[in-house]
Nanobody
Framework: QVQVVESGGGLVQAGGSLRLSCVVS????????LAWFRQAPGKEREFVSV????????ATADSVKGRFTISKDNVKSTVYLQMNSLKPEDTAVYYC???????????????????WGQGTQVTVSS
């Protein structure tokens, strides 16, 4: 059984930084495409960033490009989202997603991911 567990959210002032972590267990970690999505109150879940199973391909939403960086550690079975220069509009629940059905692809679509965490709240105050 695959488990996805996020951590690292919290309250931060605008301009600050947070690093989210997500441990994915249950299958071989290196076979997952891994992504971060977020959902603000009253809005749909939106793509933030993704990293391919090889780690060689990443993609990031324009709204966070240059501020957020995705990375992973296969030894620790963990994917990270480093968030710098945070803005109030970054406030949302952040979700980690994983999928291992296809090799070396990246997707920005919610429906493409089979496994999801419970989310971690990020609140940025102005």
């Amino acid at each position: 059984q695959v488990q996805v567990v996020e951590s690292g959210g919290g309250l931060v002032q605008a301009g600050g930084s947070l690093r989210l972590s997500c441990v994915v267990s249950g299958r071989t970690f290196s076979t997952y495409t891994l992504a971060w999505f977020r959902q603000a109150p009253g809005k749909e879940r939106e793509f933030v960033s993704v990293i391919s199973r090889s780690g060689g391909t990443t993609a990031t939403a324009d709204s966070v490009k240059g501020r957020f960086t995705i990375s992973k550690d296969n030894v620790k079975s963990t994917v990270y989202l480093q968030m710098n220069s945070l803005k109030p509009e970054d406030t949302a629940v952040y979700y980690c997603a994983a999928d291992d059905r296809r090799a070396n692809y990246v997707s920005i679509t919610v429906a493409e991911y089979a496994y999801w965490g419970q989310g971690t709240q990020v609140t940025v105050s102005s």
